[in-house]
């Protein structure tokens, strides 16, 4: 079926199957393959994407369904091309990755967390990834990217929307 | 892990929902797809058409309805989590609700499928019969209401036809000196539940329980209420030692389920002191008394 996708600021006409995860879309028909195919079934959290602005599975939503809805992958997040997000840095910065398989979600649900709330505490931080398993880190260096990324966004003079 | 094929249709409205699953008997409705999903990745669900109802209007809300809280089966659990009627009215969802999932779940999985899908662990199946709910339904043009207590009948089946749409669910309001109590056993906080307890009670300004009830989920094939233990506990002061016997013999002669994650033994014992728990934090906090995490 023809369906029309707003990824990262940009509409798309496309042709899927139906059965196509909007996970596959991305990767396969838009080369966006910042969103990682882990379990394909909701478990391990690689696969997210913002939807509307909320972090979601993108493994569990098939790619019509998202038609009318805004889509961010983490080719979207970064301010132009060959540079990083606040949050991108603050992770290379504390070691926040090491193979980077979970990385893209994982900056993602940071996203998310910090336009929500600029002043997460360590168990607010420790919650909203909480969905997201990473097999290298040992998840601290990543709370610690995002407790840093937190703290300079609120540094930056710029409303929340625009800053993260 | 790719999903059989199917077709695909965006129902406008309920009747249409309900005239795509008349039409076909392996047609399904698809919610939040935080289960079937995953279902039908691992193959274990092949539907031939999938009726989203996630875009009809109306069918998301949270609303003050006479003597109850009315929900639409497509609220997302992450609205629940976040409003503040729930909060105020149904303290006892509240306070279930961050156990469901992760975050990014919540974010899609909605108070309908949760109920519909009848998972014996599913923590809204835990409120629906606690808090004593009533769903309403749609089928071939007419509403219908059936009570939680009358919905679940076993482990993922329930008494919905199968050509009907669940539209919303209301929850009976109790008010004066309320208190709740839940607890939770399970892998990690995010993961199904082994066994949970659901309490909520009204005292009497002496401190006294006029009401009391009292959810087990995960336990046995579908939640269930400790009816006996209601009954004794009811104008008692909620005394410790009398709140062990009356939990207990409720659950003598429970079945409880046994897999590779908890025995039925060990469910059952942790049933009875979840249970017990939760009757003491309810207690302590309609009294104001604050609340020693475990
Ligand atoms: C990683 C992970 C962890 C989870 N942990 C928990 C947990 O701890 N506790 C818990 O309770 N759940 C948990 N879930 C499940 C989650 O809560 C689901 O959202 C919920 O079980 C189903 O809701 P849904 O809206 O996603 O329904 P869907 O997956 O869309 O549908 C589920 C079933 O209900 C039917 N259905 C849906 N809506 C209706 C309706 N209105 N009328 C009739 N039938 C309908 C569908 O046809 C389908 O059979 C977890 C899920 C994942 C992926
Ligand atoms: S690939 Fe989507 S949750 Fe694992
Ligand atoms: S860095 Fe390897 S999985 Fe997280």
Redesign the pocket.
């Known amino acids: 079926m023809r369906i029309e996708l707003d990824i990262n600021g940009e509409t798309r006409e496309l042709e899927v199957e139906p059965r196509t995860t909007l996970l596959d879309c991305l990767r396969d028909q838009m080369q966006l393959t910042g969103a990682h195919a882990g379990c394909e079934h909701g478990v391990c959290g690689a696969c997210t994407v913002l939807f509307d602005g909320v972090a979601v599975r993108a493994c569990l939503i098939f790619a019509p369904q998202a038609q009318g809805s805004k889509i961010t992958t983490i080719e979207g997040v970064t301010p132009g091309p060959g540079e990083m997000s606040v949050i991108q840095d603050a992770f290379c910065e504390t070691h926040g990755?090491?193979?980077?398989?979970?990385?893209p979600a994982?900056v993602l649900v940071a996203h998310a967390l910090l336009v929500d709330n600029p002043n997460p505490t360590r168990e607010q931080i420790v919650d909203a990834i909480s969905g997201n398993?990473?097999?290298?880190?040992g998840y601290a260096q990543i709370i610690d990217a995002i407790a840093l990324a937190a703290e300079r966004l609120r540094g930056a003079n710029r409303p929340v929307e625009q800053r993260v | 892990m790719k999903a059989a094929p199917f077709e695909y249709s965006r129902a406008a409205d309920i009747d249409e929902a309900c005239a795509w699953l008349a039409a076909d008997e392996n047609a399904r409705i698809i919610a939040g797809g935080q289960t079937l999903v995953p279902m039908m990745a691992m193959r274990l669900a092949r539907p031939t058409r999938l009726v989203d109802i996630n875009r009809i209007a109306g069918l998301s809300y949270i609303r003050a309805d006479g003597d109850a809280i009315a929900i639409g089966a497509t609220t997302r659990q992450c609205d629940l989590e976040r409003d503040a009627l729930v909060a105020r009215d149904l303290p006892l969802m509240a306070k279930a609700i961050p156990w469901i999932g992760h975050a990014a779940t919540r974010a899609r999985g909605t108070i309908g499928g949760s109920l519909s899908n009848a998972d014996p662990a599913a923590e809204q199946a835990l409120m629906a019969v606690t808090l004593d709910a009533v769903l309403n339904y749609r089928e071939a043009g007419k509403t219908a209401e059936i009570k939680a207590r009358d919905f679940f009948i076993g482990p993922m089946v329930t008494a919905l036809p199968a050509a009907a749409c669940l539209t919303g669910v209301r929850y009976p309001v109790w008010r004066g000196k309320i208190g709740i109590g839940f607890h939770e056993v399970n892998a990690r906080r995010s993961d199904f539940a082994f066994v949970s307890a659901a309490v909520q009670v009204e005292l009497g300004a002496d401190g006294m329980c006029k009401r009391i009830a009292i959810g087990v989920g995960a336990a046995t094939d579908f939640p269930m209420r400790l009816d006996s233990a209601e009954a004794q506990l009811t104008g008692t002061m909620l005394d410790a030692a009398a709140v062990k016997d009356a939990v207990t013999q409720a659950l003598a002669d429970i079945e409880a389920m046994d897999d590779l994650h908890a025995s039925a033994a060990y469910r059952k014992r942790v049933a009875v002191s979840l249970a017990c728990r939760a009757v003491a934090d309810a207690r302590a906090s309609a009294l104001g008394e604050k609340i020693h995490a475990h």
């Open positions: 990755m090491q193979c980077g398989y979970c990385t994982m398993i990473c097999r290298c880190t």
